[in-house]
Each structure stands twice: as structure tokens, then as C-alpha cells.
């Protein structure tokens, strides 16, 4: 198996590259799996009824619903976890304290081990579009896999001041646009 990507020829609008042609990548989603269909295959492999399974997925779905925003980091078997998180802005005197330095709220979520390990030995396909939509070339992951961590927490638990409750985001820019895609973010469709 390997992660599909698509590199897309388009116009910056804003920033360092305005007015130039930049290939911008983007993860390929395969499509949206149903709820029923998704369940319907774990009860296959798990050996239960899909109305067992069923009752099961809802009832974890409550569970992780009613703890995470009580700030409780949540297992989800073979993944890994997820747990409430803000980014705020830091300010040096306790006074000026204020629930407005709260910039937005998150759900982070930290892959297990495995999870991760899976995603660094699965290789990528590139395949790169010009700006008429035309596949100019293919490619083949030959990179060490690197995964992002989650978080900038360290050993200790202590986080830089700036993404307190943890995940680090790095904002979609024109000069960064590998990070998302789309227009509005300082290119347009080619």
C-alpha cells in the first residue's frame, strides 16, 4: 500500500511567490468511509454481531464525548489517544491573565507508537498535475519516513507557552502551503 499525493501546479497571489507558478502537495483522500460500513467490518473481524459492535461504537462515542472536555486523555485501541487542547497567546504578567489570549480550541491527538511506525514504512506516490490538470510526472518516496510528533511538550510535561494543552500547528501559508491546500490560502486554481 501507499499514501497517494497529488502535486498541483498554482498561482500565489500573496507573499514571497506572488504571481508565480508553485507545485503545492496535498494528500489524495481515497473516500469517506460510512459509520455502518466501517462497523460493519469490524464486527466481521471481531467475531461479534454488528448490532453488538454497533452498540459498542456508540457507547465509546458517548464515553470519549463526555470525558474529553472534562480534560481527560482518552485511549483509542490500536490508534493511539486524544485529548482537549487550546493555543493561547502568552503574556509575562499574571494581571493581564485573560480568558480573550485564548486563540482557538483543538482535540489533539497523539498516534500510538505502531500507528506511527506503520505510516513511516508505507511509501508515497506523488503524482504531479500542471496547471491545466495534466499528470506531468510521477514520483516515489525515498525519504526516511520522519513522522511528526504531535506536540511540543516536553519530558516534563511543560509546553512552550505558546500551544498550551498541546499540538503544534503550522499554519498554511503561501510560503508554506504543504501544510494544507486550497485556494484562499494565498494561490489560486491554475
Not at 131 to 145: A, M
Request: charged share 30%.
Amino acid at each position: 500500500m501507499a499514501l497517494k499525493v497529488k502535486a498541483k501546479e498554482r498561482k500565489f497571489k500573496v507573499g514571497k511567490y506572488a504571481g508565480e507558478y508553485r507545485y503545492v502537495m496535498a494528500p489524495e483522500l481515497y473516500s469517506a468511509l460510512s459509520q455502518d460500513k466501517v462497523i460493519r467490518e469490524a464486527a466481521l473481524r471481531s467475531g461479534v454481531s454488528e448490532g453488538v459492535m454497533k452498540a459498542c461504537w456508540d457507547a465509546a462515542g458517548e464515553v470519549i464525548k463526555a470525558w474529553l472536555p472534562e480534560g481527560h486523555s482518552i485511549p483509542i485501541p490500536g490508534l493511539g489517544s486524544a485529548r482537549f487542547g487550546l493555543s493561547a497567546k502568552s503574556v509575562a504578567d499574571v494581571n493581564d491573565v485573560k480568558a480573550g489570549l485564548i486563540r482557538t480550541r483543538r482535540i489533539v491527538f497523539t498516534p500510538a507508537v505502531e500507528l506511527k511506525q506503520e505510516l513511516k514504512e508505507t511509501s508515497v506516490v506523488i503524482t504531479c498535475y500542471d496547471r491545466t490538470g495534466k499528470e506531468v510526472k510521477r514520483v516515489t518516496s525515498d525519504d526516511d519516513g520522519t513522522v511528526e510528533e504531535p506536540d511540543n511538550t516536553t519530558e516534563t510535561g511543560e509546553n512552550d507557552g505558546q500551544n498550551q494543552g498541546g499540538g503544534t500547528t503550522t499554519p498554511t501559508t503561501p510560503d508554506n502551503p504543504s501544510t494544507g491546500g486550497g485556494t484562499g490560502d494565498g494561490w489560486e486554481e491554475g
